[in-house]
């Protein structure tokens, strides 16, 4: 099995964990969650510390994708569950037979049918929903306002890297990819790897633009 | 190839939530373990956004796009966030000046001017022939200079030309972009808009003191209880009309216990007449409900009897209980 992993520090899958502790006072199940338990999970996932943190955080994106594929509304309160679930798991000493991460997965999978069953997700396709409600309007203020913000977060990110994200994600289709490969070719790098710098990159944007979004919408209500 | 389509298709269906169960947990099992494969299934995430913000998905994968997509709050913001990226992409590429080029790509050699040339010409030698001389290089050399300069603006024009051509690409692709968002736009309002006015046109019918249904079909309501308690409960009657075609089967559900449902008719003796499966539950004022329509033919006359069984989200299927339908035919 190959991960790759930023080199991201213990330290902030250690800030996380703090924070969702301070966050979930009145969760039963975070209370339950102990700081030992939680750093016998990060050593299950790597005996270096530094690794670890990293690994860690890996683990968390990838539920939250998994949760998203799946189609749940809420996937990082559904992955931070997993990973509860997954630490005490290993803190009570149970034996894992495969590794961690296929562990994970099955918990991931156990607590997605949980949700099935709770009455706040009970939820149908969008055309058994077409007589009662139709489907949510394309309002031109809304483009609008996400652009601004688009342009604001571009503003935040290195010429480097808004000159990739133009040019990597310039037309579609065959175009798209042939640009690619020139783009690559240029920078001397492969698709794989130009793949995952545009990615990283995309993410952080739409992160900070989702925030800008949200802040600004506040503000104008 | 023909692997890497199918691969490339699998990916696709799960992404707009269309896999079997056991497909579904085979990749999962898969990018869970191979990093390269997450990424892959991430790509392919992003390639379906963009593709669906620049309206370039086809008929079909765009309302399955939808169905998929813009029933989730999350996944909604980021059919924005990429509608957004391809509009700043776009005028992005537009406002960009054409990169700096002449036709061939080479430089202009300009003729040496300048004190050199005419020190040069000083030390040619004189006479009537050298005039003679004089006169055809002048000739030639005006030529020559009027050649280069016309060159040079011919040369001038052509990259002015072709800037103006780039921009008006970048325009035309921008345009084309907001005609093809302008026509999906359309088109939902239309398709709206024929749902509304058919909706309408029902209901008309509906309050009209001279409405009398026209199609052959029956409406025939049952609750989960029937089902529940098999033994204690008499059967129910269904009277199929002569020329009824159809039985449009409802079955109220106080609870949304399952995702889907699946309805089988049976004979007394267990021998299947009609079964249709993956029916998804409807809200419904009452709580939710099912609507199955069976053709009347399929039911026997006398005792009939309808299995529900639940399917969970993971596919597994679950027997809720039978009812029997006693089917008078007149």
């Given at each position: 099995m190959t991960r790759r992993i930023a080199p991201t520090s213990s330290k902030s899958a250690w800030h996380r964990y703090q924070t969702r502790m301070e966050s979930a006072q009145s969760s039963r199940t975070e209370r339950e969650l102990t700081p030992e338990a939680f750093k016998k999970?990060?050593?299950?996932?790597?005996?270096?510390?530094?690794?670890?943190?990293?690994?860690?955080?890996?683990?968390?994106?990838?539920?939250?994708?998994?949760?998203?594929?799946?189609?749940?509304?809420?996937?990082?309160?559904?992955?931070?569950?997993?990973?509860?679930?997954?630490?005490?798991?290993?803190?009570?000493?149970?034996?894992?037979?495969?590794?961690v991460i296929a562990l994970s997965l099955g918990i991931a999978r156990f607590v997605f049918l949980e949700t099935l069953k709770r009455p706040d997700n009970r939820r149908m396709e969008m055309e058994e929903l077409a007589t009662v409600a139709a489907p949510p309007e394309r309002r031109e203020e809304d483009d609008d306002l996400w652009v601004v913000c688009l342009r604001e977060c571009l503003r935040g990110v290195s010429d480097e890297n808004r000159e990739l994200i133009i040019e990597y994600y310039q037309d579609e289709g065959r175009a798209r990819i042939k640009d690619r490969k020139i783009l690559a070719a240029r920078l001397g790098i492969s698709l794989n790897a130009l793949f995952s710098r545009a990615k990283r990159t995309r993410d952080k944007l739409e992160e900070c633009v989702t925030r800008c979004v949200k802040r600004k919408s506040k503000g104008a209500t | 190839m023909e692997r890497l389509q199918s691969q490339e298709g699998l990916i696709r269906r799960y992404l707009l939530g269309e896999l079997s169960a056991a497909e579904q947990i085979a990749l999962e099992d898969e990018y869970f373990s191979d990093q390269s494969k997450y990424d892959q299934l991430c790509q392919a995430e992003d390639e379906l956004l963009d593709r669906y913000a620049r309206a370039a998905l086809s008929e079909a994968d765009r309302e399955r796009f939808e169905r998929s997509y813009l029933t989730n709050p999350r996944r909604r913001r980021r059919v924005m966030f990429a509608r957004a990226l391809a509009q700043v992409v776009d005028e992005e590429l537009a406002a960009r000046p054409p990169a700096p080029q002449t036709a061939g790509g080479e430089q202009i050699e300009r003729p040496d001017t300048g004190l050199s040339w005419v020190s040069h010409l000083a030390r040619l030698p004189r006479g009537p022939h050298f005039a003679l001389n004089l006169a055809a290089a002048l000739i030639i050399g005006l030529g020559g200079a009027w050649f280069v300069i016309e060159t040079s603006r011919l040369r001038a024009r052509l990259a002015e030309a072709l800037r103006e051509g780039e921009t008006q690409r970048g325009?035309?692709?921008?345009?084309?972009?907001?005609?093809?968002?302008?026509?999906?736009q359309y088109r939902r309002l239309a398709e709206e808009r024929e749902?509304?006015?058919?909706?309408?046109?029902?209901?008309?019918?509906?309050?009209?003191?001279?409405?009398?249904?026209?199609?052959?079909?029956?409406?025939?309501?049952?609750?989960?209880?029937?089902?529940?308690?098999?033994g204690g409960q008499e059967p129910r009657a269904l009277i199929i009309p002569r020329g009824a075609e159809e039985v449009r089967l409802r079955l109220n559900l106080p609870e949304h216990e399952f995702p889907g449902y699946q309805v089988i008719l049976l004979t007394t003796d267990g021998r299947e007449m009609f079964a249709r499966k993956g029916l998804r539950p409807q809200a419904t004022r009452a709580g939710y409900g099912v609507i199955v329509s069976i053709p009347a033919r399929k039911f026997a006359s006398g005792d009939n009897v309808l299995a529900l069984s639940g399917i969970s989200g993971a596919g597994e299927v679950e027997t809720i209980g039978k009812a029997i339908v006693k089917v008078r035919r007149r």
């Open positions: 999970l990060l050593a299950k996932l790597d005996p270096n510390p530094e690794t670890a943190g990293g690994k860690y955080e890996e683990l968390r994106r990838q539920l939250i994708k998994f949760f998203e594929w799946r189609g749940s509304f809420y996937p990082d309160e559904l992955a931070d569950e997993t990973l509860n679930r997954l630490a005490r798991k290993i803190d009570e000493g149970e034996e894992i037979e495969k590794n | 325009r035309a692709q921008t345009q084309a972009r907001q005609v093809a968002d302008l026509e999906a749902r509304l006015q058919a909706q309408l046109q029902a209901v008309k019918e509906k309050a009209s003191p001279s409405y009398r249904p026209t199609s052959p079909s029956i409406l025939f309501a049952l609750s989960i209880s029937a089902f529940r308690d098999l």
